[in-house]
């Protein structure tokens, strides 16, 4: 009896078992089903995190900046990665000087991301002493001051700069240097100005930290004793012709460097002049090489030349003119009628062409090709004009058409009936043929003997 109940609660147990494990089973299914597994490469590259680096110490080289790692994960996890979600470390505690192959861990924020495979596994990473110099910054000018003048020392501010990195490249640098450029400066500069570390034979090294990392220059540039810089003033001889006025001068350069006995420089206010340039009558621009008016004993000292360019505009003005408005493009037939049937046309430009101007040389053109019949409002035009003038404006800015299609003519049909009776008597000849039998006596038969 123990027996019995004892195999009977064993087969319940069991029976209760693999129904929970066909349920997990089940459920699994559904799961994935609903929920799929992925496994596939993170698409972007992940930077590796250099952990537990001795202070002293630095990094000088490494084989590879970054990873890719191959994940599996529910797609609701994929859909959910980052690279935020990804920590990918080199851990260098108890690492010294020299190259080592460091394992790559890789942590991952979600719990159901596993990681399958990091590509690199290691990283080759050299390590160096960690060195700090400080050095005198010089600074370098590299371009020569304008003709006549002449620089100073560069003066910096901090004067020196603290280099550190991996030791052997510390060890190369033999001096920090700020280049200077002047770039045509005739009065003293003052910037800020990168600082640079360089080896011996003056090439950068690269791949150690300078601070500052740049200082401000101050280069004091001053004029030669001789020398004197004036600005050129033009002068022109005549009037443009009526109509026209000088809208512009330009000279260029417009500055020069003279050089001279002090004394005769002295005298010399802060421009020299042009001597006269003729512009009597003219109606265009006007460009001429000039010559400047200078003392004896006093040249220039560039050679290249001074180019005067003087610019004739011709005066403007305004005029409004009456014009008849013209319909173009109106079907053959059709008529038209315009309301207003004149505009008023705003113009501008030079006087004098405004003056000759003629009736032919404005028409004013309403565009009603296309157009059905009935009621319009036309924007009225100028197609054509003088080249130098413009229109500033129409008045009124639309003109009404009334269009009107020709008249269709009308074909009246008329039809008369007149009863008409004719009588025509007819003759008929009929000939008849009469027969009339003629009676012949047969002769008798002769008998014979």
Known sequence: MKTQTLRSLINQIFSLGMSLLFAIIIWSFATNEQNPSREAFFPDALQI??????????????????????????????????????????????????????????????????????????????????????YKIHGDVLDAAPLGYTFQLPVMNPITATVSGPAILVDQVTEVVADIF???????????????????????????????????????????????????????????????????????????????????????????????????????????????????????????????????????????????????????????????DSVEVILSGPIIALQNLTPDDVQVILDVAGLAPGTHSIKPRVPSLPTSLRVQSIVPDSVQVVIIEPATPTITATLTLTPTLTLTPTLTITPTRTLTPTMTPKPEPVPTR
């Open 182 to 340: 002047l770039r045509g400066a005739k009065t003293p500069i003052e910037r800020d100005t990168a600082i640079i570390a360089r080896d011996s034979q003056g090439k950068a090294v690269l791949g150690v930290t300078i601070a500052p990392t740049a200082v401000l220059v101050k280069v004091q540039v001053e004029q030669r004793v001789g020398y004197k810089d004036v600005s050129i003033k033009t002068v022109l001889k005549g009037n443009v012709a009526p109509g026209y006025w000088i809208s512009n001068i330009v000279v260029n350069p417009t500055a020069a460097t003279i050089v001279g006995n002090a004394d005769a420089l002295a005298k010399i206010p802060g421009f020299v002049e042009t001597l006269p340039i003729e512009v009597e009558g003219v109606t265009a621009d006007v460009s001429k090489r000039a010559v400047l008016g200078l003392p004896e004993g006093v040249s220039v000292l560039n050679s290249e030349g001074v180019t005067v360019q003087v610019s004739v505009t011709p005066i403007l003005g305004g005029q409004t003119v009456r014009r008849p408005v013209a319909l173009q493009g109106l079907r053959a037939g059709f008529k038209a009628t315009t309301a207003p």
């Open 49 to 134: 995190e250099i952990a537990n680096r001795a202070e002293d110490l630095v990094v000088y080289q490494k084989t590879a900046e970054t990873v890719r790692v191959k994940v599996r994960a529910p797609q609701a996890s994929w859909d959910q990665l980052r690279p935020a979600s990804f920590r990918v470390a080199a851990d260098l505690r108890s690492r010294e000087t020299g190259l080592h192959q460091v394992p790559l861990t890789v942590q991952v924020t979600d719990p159901r991301v596993v990681v399958v495979e990091v590509d690199p596994a290691e990283v080759g990473i050299r390590l160096e002493r960690l060195k700090t110099r400080e």
